[in-house]
């Protein structure tokens, strides 16, 4: 039963990486990976924009360092989301399982699970396994047919990826404006390293980590969260 509801669950974000993933498939085959090497990227990582970082880097040979910084950059996410959703599994959803689900932890089937009150080992199967499929098949699809689609449709599948980041950023930018603050700053280190002359040099690995280190500090220095322990307008007693 728990799996079944986890399997319904996961429908909506089966479908998001169907389209989004479909991209990844025909950039890939842009820069030289077949179609089982695509698919099978996508099977092994899930990682999104680790994905569309690494093949750029993959196709500079030589760039060991620039990616592991910038992929560290980029995933560290999913162990801060790992531990925080840790708080809420069941007593059977220990050890081993730990290990094999952890794989699945995206940032969507992230806010999915945490908002349940316990998360079980069948829901969490259940929930992460469309999207894994989605995510898997609509990078075949991409690489399968990237190369008889029109040069129209190629172009606009083009930008999916940042229309994808856009709609991650404008709902909390919405409500919280140091969140637009942190992606403008990134925004603008990203185009002085693609403009700039002495820093158009620099690998898009290293940029990307040096634009999301640095607009996170402003952000956090410039509006630092409160501690959930502290009460706003009342100094905390020693």
Known sequence: MNYKRGLQTGIPIALGYLSVSFTFGILAMNYGLSVWQATLVSLATVTSAGQFTGIQMMSTPGLYVDMLISQLTIN???SFM???LSQKLDRKFRG???????????????AVAVTQPVVTRSFFAGLATLPWIGWTAGTALGASLGSVLPAAIMSALGIALYGMFVAIVVPPAKENKYVLLAAGIAALISTAFAYLPFLK???SGIAVSIAAI???AIAAIVHPL?????QPGKEVQA
């Open 76 to 78: 560290v996410r999913y």
């Open 82 to 84: 790992s531990i925080s």
């Open 96 to 110: 081993i399982w730990k290990w094999l689900f952890g794989f699945f932890i995206t940032d969507e089937i992230f």
């Open 201 to 203: 040099g620099v690998s």
């Open 214 to 216: 640095v607009a996170a």
């Open 226 to 230: 409160p501690d959930e322990n502290e």
